[in-house]
């Protein structure tokens, strides 16, 4: 199994119809898929996590990757995993916190996953600013 996360853009400001639409399309596919993870939507930016079997997130990446709905994706990390993190959820979706236009990826990520209560998850997010500084 491989959790995959990503950061991405968006030229427009999230819209409520937007979103829902990408949830229930994803929910769908991702639980024929096997896949779980979570969306974070925040300012013009999107961070999501995709976790399960490895072809089937690659797969289904490969798909995302080229939406139109946002551009310019960049992986952010791409590991081996033996459990989910994200395994309540076919597609979660959690409002991401206040974005600062000058802020560093690190300081991005960290802005958007900041409403994130739950300390393991919130854990994964923050390793990752960790290593990315590093
Ligand atoms: C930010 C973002 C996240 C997405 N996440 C998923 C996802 O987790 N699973 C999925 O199947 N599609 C996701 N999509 C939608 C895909 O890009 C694509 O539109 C969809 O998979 C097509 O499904 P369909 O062939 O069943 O219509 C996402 C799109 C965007 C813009």
């Known amino acids: ?22 949830l229930s399309v994803s929910r ?20 999501q996590v995709l976790e399960g079997p490895e072809a089937r997130v690659q797969e289904t990446f490969e798909r995302i990757r080229f939406d139109e709905r946002h551009f310019a994706p960049v992986v952010l990390k791409r590991e081996a995993v033996e459990e989910r993190l994200f395994g309540k959820w076919a597609m979660g979706f959690q409002p991401g916190g206040a ?9 991005e990520v960290a802005g958007l996953v900041a409403p994130i209560d739950d300390p393991l998850l919130k854990a994964y997010f923050e390793g990752f600013a960790r290593r990315h500084a590093a």
């Open 1 to 22: 199994m491989i959790r995959l996360l990503y950061i991405s853009s968006t030229r427009e400001p999230h819209s409520r119809a937007r979103l829902d639409n990408i």
């Open 28 to 47: 769908r596919n991702n639980v024929a898929a096997d896949i779980t993870g979570l969306l974070i939507a925040g300012g013009n930016r999107f961070l």
């Open 99 to 107: 974005l600062n236009r000058t802020s560093t990826m690190t300081d």
